[in-house]
Nanobody, 123 residues
């Protein structure tokens, strides 16, 4: 199983970015996929997940209303559209597969991880 995250970069506050996670070796339609992030000097935190179990999505309170997760099962790719970015969104973002994601709950860990993509929000 391989997950490859890309799309990070430098963006000004208030700007937007779309992260992509290309997944191979795993049937996307049968797996929950999520995004985590880790800022410098901080612990990893949950950001969002999309559930194949019940079709639901989870968003951390800090990103609710600004981020949107989506999936393209045909392309085995999951996206995280990030808008109204803030400096506190600066972090390495990791996509993950086979995690708990259902009924509005996202588990703290995952079975498979991508390599991470850096998002820097700064003027």
């Amino acid at each position: 199983v391989q997950l490859q995250a890309f799309g990070g970069g430098l963006v000004q506050p208030g700007g937007s970015l779309r992260l992509s996670c290309a997944i191979s070796g795993l049937a996307l339609e049968k797996n929950n996929i999520g995004w985590f992030r880790q800022a410098p000097g901080k612990q990893r935190e949950r950001v969002s997940c999309t559930s194949s179990d019940d079709g639901s999505a989870y968003y951390a309170d800090s990103v609710k209303g600004r981020f949107a997760i989506s999936r393209d099962n045909a392309k085995n790719t999951v996206f995280l559209q990030m808008s109204s970015l803030k400096p506190e969104d600066t972090a390495v973002y990791y996509c993950a597969a086979a995690l708990v994601c259902a009924l509005g709950v996202m588990g703290p860990g995952s079975h498979y991880w991508g390599q991470g993509t850096l998002v820097t929000v700064s003027s």
